[in-house]
C-alpha cells in the first residue's frame, strides 16, 4: 500500500491522483489563478474579448490562440517578461458556425493574428500570491504570421529562400506551429517551428522531390485554406515560400522594436523546442528535437563565446552567436545484444536500456560534411542530410532541455506507434526498445567528461513510461509501486534544485494531461509525482518551474471527438456555458516553496 506520503524527496506536495475533471486539479496546499487566456488584452487599445464579434484587429492585439512554450525573462523584483507562442488555429472551436469548406477572408485573418507569439508583462502580486497580467506600453508585443523576420546564419539570401516577394532571401512574414522553445542566458526567447507543413497547399501536381516530401505531403488545399487569401501558402505558386519555414526563432523581448530572426545554422526541420547550455570555455550548445516518428536528435556548437553582462551592447553581441557554428546529428548505439531487444520493454540482462553515442558533424558555417550536399543544403534540407549520414531514428523527439545541476541533458520521446509494426519501418532498438511505443520515454545522456562541446556521450533510459504496474515500464530503477503513471511525455523543465518536471500530451492511460516531477539524482531518483492535470482534452504545455510557483499552458482545453464551438466538450477557464480558451494558468503553494 502507499500509506503516508514520503516528501523526503525535497518536492512539498503528494501527488494528484489521474483524473478526467474539466478543471486543474493541484495538490492540496496550492491556489491556481489565470494568467492570461485567448482574447485577452496585449496590447493598449484592445477591446474586450467577444466571442461572437471577433475581428482580425482586435485578435492583432490580444492574446493569440493554443499558447504551447511558456518562458519567463527577469525584469526586476517579482516582474518578469513572460513569452507565449501561438501554435495553432482551431477555427471549428473559434467561431460559431464555421463552415470549414468556405472560410471568410475575415475568418482566415483572425487565425493569422492568433498565431504566433505574444510578449506580456507579468507581475506577482505580494498580498494575493497571483501572477499578474500588465498592460505594458513599453514591453508587450504580439507577432503574427505577418510580422516581419529576418533570416540569419549561413544559409541567409540562399537561392532556396528567395521568392517572387522577396529576391534576397533574407525577409520573410511570419511564424506558426511554434511548439516548445527555451530562454537563452542572455533574455531572449528561442521558440521552434514544427508542423509548418500543414500550412501549404499545392494547387499543381504533386511533387515527387523528397526536398518536399521528407517535410510533408501537401494537398491540394489545406484544413484552413489560407493559400485563398495569400498566394505564398500555394506551393505550386510561390514554391520556395515552403523553404522559408521550420526554423528555431529568436526573439528578444527587451527590444520590443528588434525584428524577430530565423537561425538558419540550427537547420531545418519540424523543430519542437531549442535549449541552451554554456559550455565550460563560454561557447554555447543548443538542443533540439525533430519531433516526427523516425526523426532525429540535433545539437549545435556556437563558434564565439558567450559574453556575461545584463546591458543592450552585450545583449546584441550574444544574439549573434546562433548564426555561426557547427551543427550535429546524433547517432546512439547500445551496449547489450540486439537478440535480448524483443520490442515488449523488458530490461537486458545488463538491467539497462544504455549505451554510447556520438554526435556526428552536417555542416559548420560553408563547410559542408555530407556527400553531396552544400551546407546552405545540409541547413535548408537538414534532414535528407541527417538521413545520409545515418543518424538514429527515434520515437518523436519532443523538448530536450540540460539539466542546470548535472550538466546531463534529458530528452522526452513522446511515442510512436509505427515502431515495429508500420510496414518498412524500423523496429526494436536499445534506445527506442518497444513497438507499438504508445507511451513514449525519457533519455538522459551525458556528455563525455561533461563537455557540453564533446562529440562523443553516454547514454540510459531514464523513464521508460505508461502505467508502472505494468511490466514494460520502468522509473530510474525506483520502486514502481511508489510512483505517479505517466504517458507521452512532451515538454521537459528543470526547478532550480534539479529535479525534471515534465508535461504530457495525449495521455493513452485514459485520463487527463498533466505535470510531474522526479528527481534525478539520489536515493529518490526515478520517483515520479504528479503535480497537477490539465482540464478534459488539454495538452499540457509551458511548463515554468519557479521557486514559489509554476506556470503551465493549458493548449486546446475541450479538443475532443464531437465539440466544435456550438458543442463546446469543455468550459475552462471561465466555467458556465462559455467557451473553453487556452490560457496560462499559475499554481503556487500557499506558504513556502515548491521544492527544498
Ligand atoms: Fe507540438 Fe511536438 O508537439
Ligand atoms: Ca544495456
Ligand atoms: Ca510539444
Ligand atoms: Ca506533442
Redesign the pocket.
Known sequence: GRGRPDRRDGLNFDPVAPNTEDRIVTPEGYDQSIVIRWGDAVLPGAPKFDFDKQTAAAQAKQFGYNN?FCGLVPLGWNRWLMGSNH?YTSETFMFSGYKADNPTEEQVKIGWAAHGFSVVVVEKDFWSGKLVAKLDRHYNRRITVTTEFAFSGPAAGSKYLQTSVDKTGRKVFGTFGN??GGVTPWGTYLSGE??FDGYFANSGTASTDPRVTRYGKLGASTTRKWERFDKRFDFAKEPNEFNRFGYIVEIDPNDPNSTPVKHTALGRF?H?GANVRVARDGRVVVYMGD?ERFDYIYKFVSKNRMKHGNSQRVREENKKLLSEGTLYVAKFTGDSPAAEIDGTGKLPSDGEFDGTGEWIPLASGDKSFVDGFTAEEVYVFTRLAADKVGATKMD?P?DIEPNPKTGRVYAAL?NNTDRGVAAGKEGPTEINPRINNKHGHVLEWEERNNDATATKFSWKLFLVCGDPASPDTYFGGYDKTQVSPISCP?NVAFDRKGNLWIST?GNALKSNDGLFAVPTEGRYRGRVKQFLTVPKGAETCGPVIEDNFVLVSVQHPGELTNASADNPLSHWPDGGTSQPRPSVAAIWPRRGNICD
Open positions: 504551447d501554435e511548439c516548445a514544427e508542423n519540424k519542437e519531433d518523436r519532443e513522446t512532451d500530451d
